[in-house]
């Protein structure tokens, strides 16, 4: 099958498209024909080993668990291993691939009992793999923030792929939205029911002097200490990306000391909330946002964009061209 593999680490270029051996199922895995993936932030982090501790996880020097980027996908179930009964050959899934990656492959093979769950079926595969990663981060969060009817929620990134689901799922929770972005980015948050929009570029968030109850970073950027003094005397700052041992040790300090909590955790996604979040998007509730779209082949380029850091919502690779006839 055809992959895209990675020996070293480093820019884009590093990412090369190989024939490698069609994997095989285990007795309780599923094997998944994939459509279409996503090139995330996950992605290019580990690529280019940023931060240094990705080597304690991939390989000191080069990689060597994961050779196969890749975090979300879509496809289509292909065969499935002995003991599997929730799945058939045929049935159009999406997934989250874990710790595992592989997604950047014409096929994949997961557990049965991963993070895999019957794709929304008015999406196409490509707006389906933009899908588990970042709406169940932003789901993770949110109930973690104890997201209520009334909740005043500052998202703080909300055009990126964790934001553009916070700012939907803070809404379908009966929450006020105000969402942080750019000015380029003002109509799109606007288009997914925030109730305000604070363009950074033009204005800090803090002039408003409105209290919250939640702050949400999804990027890893916002000013610690000026989203404590903001936050309600209860409420939450979650941090979907924490960036430092520092931010994390003063976190710790916050939650000691005061009732207001600071939330990093790590996250996993599960079938569960991803049958969650298909009936919200089946019910026209939720919806991804893609901003470009490459071929396999061009994973590099792909890349080379989303390291920017200005993409909105989620950019995806079509693994299989073609997709309506061949489904």
Partial sequence: MKAIVYERYGPPDVLQ?????????????????????TAAAGDWRLRKADPFL???????????????LGFELAGVVEST?????????????????????GAYAEYKCLPETGSVAPMPVNMTFEEAAAVPVGACTALHFLRKGNIRRGSRVLVYGASGSVGTYAVQLAKHFGAEVTGVCSTSNVELVRSLGADRIIDYK?????????????????????????????????????????VSPLLIVRGLWINLTSGKKVIGETM????????????????????????RRYSLEQA?????????GHKKGNVVLSVRQNIIDDF
Avoid: M
Wanted: hydrophobic residues 40%.
């Fill in 17 to 37: 498209l190989r024939e490698v051996a069609k994997p095989v199922t285990q007795d309780d895995e599923i094997l998944i024909k994939v459509y279409a993936a």
């Fill in 54 to 68: 990705a080597r304690l996880f991939n390989g000191l020097w080069r990689p060597k668990r994961i050779k196969i």
């Fill in 81 to 101: 291993g002995r003991s599997v009964t929730r799945f058939k050959p045929g049935d159009a899934v999406y997934a989250a691939c874990g710790a595992s990656f």
């Fill in 202 to 242: 033009k204005e800090r968030f803090s002039d408003g002097g409105s209290a919250y109850d939640i702050i949400f970073d999804t990027v890893g950027k916002s000013p610690f200490k000026v989203c404590i003094k903001l936050l309600t005397p209860d409420g939450f700052y979650l941090q979907a990306v924490q």
């Fill in 268 to 291: 996993k996604e599960s079938a569960e909330d991803l049958t969650y979040l298909k009936e919200l998007i089946e019910a026209g509730t939720l919806r991804a946002v893609v901003d």
């Fill in 300 to 308: 590099a380029e792909a890349h080379r964009y989303v390291e920017q």
